[in-house]
């Protein structure tokens, strides 16, 4: 059986968050004729910044008003009640802090759930779960968003997305793989996470740390991976470092693979890489918004353009919020009370068919043995055109599947 990684270095994985607390509840002409109190979700995420995805709480909002307009929830067959977005902006560069202030205002305003959560902070976890109030969709990057009882995230995350970019290149036809990452603590820790399914540990030939800052002339570091001409790199940065590795390997000479997580692209980004982002393998959590014949996909794009605030792409974290959004108005309808409690018992243990991803069940285990950890299933697509399209047949791979071969 290929090794398995312990918590305390999968939780390392997390990265520092951005910007200054700020708090907002989402206002819309949507619901405003649904004459149940509204139902309040919180949604806390990184502000302004290299990390900031400002399509998170876009999606977020265009998912909401969707959901009012269609009715609103009904929860114990009551009357119909709107929901409300409770909005966070959080840095822990700034302020420490910042983070759990953020949570302790979403708490203050008796919100039922968080929904796409994306600050690296156990404190904020704690804190939700101290007021029994569940995470779902949490981008899952600490310690306690893979371990406590109150984080539902709807995906496998940084760990499995890790995991899966080696075993993508070998897929692929790459025999040696080089991980290429940022140079911090947890950056160190990535190469582990490559290794855990790749054919053989021997196959990993190599890492190499990168700044995180995207200004910075690399210009030798990718002459020295090019010379070392891996069959494969596994590339995992930010979306600029990775936009601009990828150009810079190829200007460099390298020909080998390259494969991504789809949490550091987006069409924005591969415009900038144009010829050189070709034949990119972009590991991800969900099918892509270029899938248009998914019926979820389509609905995703629809709601985006009908209820969304501004133009937002297709990324992961958009998807991730929206489909979030949904699964908790669905849990909503089914619940006799209003309350995080009652949303948490109805989340535990259930299935989830999310549509854009193999469904799962909640308390199932993983081959990371994380346990809140729902699923390890990724998709393998391939950037073509300078969009990223799904595999042919559109099959998902199950990396809990891998690790026992």
Not at 60 to 83: I, M, S, T, Y
Not at 86 to 91: K, L
Not at 237 to 251: C, E, M, N, W
Not at 329 to 351: I, W
Request: proline share 5%; net charge negative; charged share 20%.
């Amino acid at each position: 059986m290929r090794r398995i990684l312990g918590i305390a270095a999968l939780a390392a994985l997390a990265a520092a968050t951005a910007t200054a607390c700020s708090d907002s509840a989402a206002e819309s002409e949507y619901g405003k004729n649904l004459t149940g109190e509204p139902v309040k979700l919180s949604v806390i995420a990184s502000g302004p910044g290299p990390i900031y995805q400002p399509e998170l709480l876009k999606a977020a909002k265009a998912a909401v008003n969707a959901v009012n307009d269609a009715g609103g929830v009904k929860p114990g067959g009551g009357e119909a009640r709107p929901l409300e977005l409770v909005h966070c902006e959080a840095s822990t560069v700034t302020d420490p802090n910042a983070a759990t202030k953020c949570a302790r205002e979403a708490i203050d305003q008796k919100v039922v759930a968080g929904v796409g959560k994306y600050v690296s902070s156990d404190a904020v976890v704690q804190a939700f779960q101290g007021a029994n109030i569940p995470l779902v969709g949490t981008m899952v990057q600490t310690g306690q968003d893979f371990t406590n009882p109150a984080s539902f995230p709807i995906i496998g995350g940084s760990p499995v997305l890790s995991a899966g970019t080696g075993i993508a290149l070998q897929k692929a036809g790459a025999k040696t793989v080089a991980v290429v990452t940022g140079d911090s603590p947890s950056g160190r820790l990535v190469p582990q996470y490559v290794k855990a399914l790749l054919e053989s540990p021997g196959d990993l030939k190599g890492a190499y740390y990168l700044p995180f800052d995207a200004s910075a002339d690399l210009t030798s570091n990718f002459s020295e991976i090019a010379a070392a001409n891996p069959d494969g790199v596994a590339l995992l940065a930010s979306t600029d470092v990775t936009s601009k590795t990828i150009v810079g390997l190829r200007q460099a000479g390298y020909k080998g693979k390259i494969s991504v997580v789809a949490t550091a692209v987006s069409e924005g980004s591969l415009a900038k890489t144009g010829e050189a982002g070709e034949g990119t393998i972009v590991v991800s959590d969900y099918e892509p918004v270029t899938s248009t014949s998914n019926p979820k996909i389509k609905q995703f794009l629809d709601e985006m353009k009908k209820y969304g605030d501004g133009e937002v792409e297709g990324t992961e974290f958009a998807l991730n919020a929206w489909a979030s959004v949904h699964l908790v108005a669905d849990r909503l309808n089914g619940v006799s009370e209003v309350s995080g409690a009652a949303l948490m018992k109805a989340l535990e243990g259930s299935k989830v068919s999310l549509g854009i991803a193999p469904d799962f069940t909640y308390g199932e285990a993983n081959f990371l043995k994380l346990p809140r950890i729902p699923r390890a299933t990724v998709q393998f697509q391939t950037v073509e055109g300078g969009k990223i399209m799904a595999p042919d047949g559109g099959e998902f791979t199950d990396l809990n599947q891998a690790a026992k071969k």
